[in-house]
Each structure stands twice: as C-alpha cells, then as structure tokens.
Nanobody, 119 residues
C-alpha cells in the first residue's frame, strides 16, 4: 500500500509565499510521476504541476514563473514552492503519485492541504 502525506498549507496574504511538501511511503515503483493538483470550492480538480522521477516538470499556464516543483527521489518527497500567490488560488491542494506496475497504471492521492490566500 502507498501513502501520501502532505504538509505546508495555511493562510497567506496575496503576494505571499508557501511551500508544500508531500512524502510518499510504501511500495513505490520507478519510474514514476509526482505532482500537485488543486480544487477550489465548487470547481473541478485541476492540474498545477507534475515532475517525473527523471526530473522533467510540467506546469499549468496560470502558475508558470511563480510556482516551482521539485523532488527528492531518495526521500520520495515532492515539493511545491508557491510565490506571488493570488486570492483565486485558494483551494485544497492534493499530492498525486502515478506509476506503472506491468501494464497497469496505479494512481494515489494525498488527503489534501488547504491553502487560503486572503488579506
């Protein structure tokens, strides 16, 4: 079984910064992709950013230049540095891990961490 534990959410003023962390444990296969998604009230869950175990990253257009994803493969941990945050980015942020076991794709989600951007 795989478990994802997120931390680092909270309340921040517009223009402020937060750093999210997500530690994965259990039977994790490589190569894999870890990432962050977010879901605002009444909205669908949307992609924020992903990063492969090889270091290739992908970002939603709305966050490019302000959010940076990174990972520590030895610790199975992914980070999201968020700068210049906007009120509309208030959401629950979810960590995601995806890998193949043979031909079967396995996807795991964290419990989510609340990020509130407000003055």
């Amino acid at each position: 079984q795989v478990q994802l534990v997120e931390s680092g959410g909270g309340l921040v003023q517009p223009g402020g910064s937060l750093r999210l962390s997500c530690a994965a444990s259990g039977s994790i296969f490589s190569p894999n992709t870890m990432g962050w998604y977010r879901q605002a009230p009444g909205q669908q869950r949307e992609l924020v950013s992903t990063i492969t175990s090889g270091g290739s990253s992908n970002y939603a257009d709305s966050v490019k230049g302000r959010l940076t994803i990174s990972r520590d493969n030895a610790k199975n941990t992914v980070y999201l540095q968020m700068n210049s945050l906007k009120p509309e980015e208030t959401a629950v942020y979810y960590c995601n891990l995806n890998f193949l076991v043979g031909l079967t794709s396995r996807t795991y989600w964290g419990q989510g961490t609340q990020v509130t951007v407000s003055s």
